[in-house]
């Protein structure tokens, strides 16, 4: 189910609290437990940067794009060595990132995929 316009708010004025830069970790504490779609994550990001609070990148080296070329060759590699498709936790071991640098990487491909 999709975050009405009220909910979305109270999310980025809960965020909006914690200051001009938040990680990941201050918008899941927002989000809390509930389900939340794609699209839900997009606004979010959107409505965020409206308000000029900046996310941080989800590894300290690197940008999301930059965490995103690192786990498609990662992946490439994996695949073709295993004939399968590679876990989140192998694509983190073999290519030196946070488990959680994946994960947000791997989103943030399936929302650049749907433009």
């Known amino acids: 189910m999709a975050l009405d316009a009220d909910a979305l708010q109270s ?9 001009h830069t938040v990680s990941l970790d201050d918008i899941g504490d927002a989000l809390g437990d509930g ?10 990001l959107f409505a965020l940067d409206l308000r000029g609070i900046q ?21 490439r590699q994996l695949r073709g060595a295993n ?24 989103l943030f491909a399936k929302v650049m995929s749907r433009s």
């Open 55 to 75: 996310v941080n990148d989800v590894d300290e080296q690197r940008s999301v794009p930059e965490c995103l070329a690192a786990v498609l060759a990662t992946a």
């Open 35 to 44: 389900p939340i779609l794609v699209t839900d994550v997009e606004r979010l």
């Open 83 to 106: 004939a399968r498709v590679p876990t989140v936790h192998e694509i983190a071991e073999h290519g030196g990132l946070p488990e959680r640098a994946v994960r947000m990487a791997l």
């Open 11 to 19: 999310i980025v004025d809960a965020i909006a609290k914690k200051g």
